[in-house]
């Protein structure tokens, strides 16, 4: 794919974990906790030129454990935060699949659940983005993974609770103890 001089760079973010406290199969605005931070970052980046987008699995959808209309609902929630915030998302996509989920349109092996690409390639075609200058912050291996497999530039792997081991670790570019870590951003990438 050429690359146009018009084309800007994303700041990709996994949302559970990197932008709020990870609970377990999240889908209800009262449970919904920022984590401190994010938004100063998000704000520093967007100053700089960078599109917002979020990426997030959300299996729970496809386990049945909450619907499209919940999701989709805390996402409106999330991106008039971010609004209120100065910092507003570019853009939101979710991959509700699961191929050993209980409900049946959504038990199917995609392109888009992280490791695989897909959310990251259809975002970077409908906004018109650099990839090779984009950014992927994540929790999981498999927020790295995804980045990676898309041609992200640049991979940081954040602590949220969940513990990186050191295979992990090799597969980002930077580990950082959260979004929220405003300065070590700053110094990594503008």
């Not at 897909?118 to 650099?130: C, F």
């Not at 949220?160 to 103890?177: C, Q």
Request: with cysteine.
């Amino acid at each position: 794919m050429m690359i146009s001089h018009q084309q800007r760079p994303a700041l990709f973010l996994d949302r559970d974990g990197v932008i709020n406290k990870e609970i377990n199969y999240l889908h209800r605005v009262k449970d919904f906790i920022f984590l401190p931070g994010v938004f100063d970052t998000c704000r520093m980046f967007l100053e700089a030129g960078f599109a917002l987008i979020v990426v997030t699995n959300q299996s729970g959808i496809a386990r049945g454990y909450y619907t499209e209309d919940d999701y989709h609902l805390l996402t409106r929630w999330m991106m008039q935060k971010f609004t209120e915030a100065g910092a507003p998302l570019t853009d939101v996509l979710h991959c509700p699949h699961l191929p050993n989920g209980i409900v049946p349109e959504y038990r199917i092996q995609c392109a888009c659940r992280k490791p695989e690409p897909g959310m990251i390639l259809e975002a970077g075609q409908r906004h018109d983005i650099n990839l090779g200058q984009s950014i992927m912050v994540g929790d999981k291996l498999s927020d790295i993974m995804a980045g990676g497999r898309a041609g992200v530039g640049h991979l940081v792997l954040v602590h949220s609770g969940y513990e990186i081991s050191l295979n992990d670790a090799t597969h980002a570019h930077h580990v950082a103890e959260n979004l929220g870590d405003t300065e070590t951003f700053r110094n990594w990438f503008l």
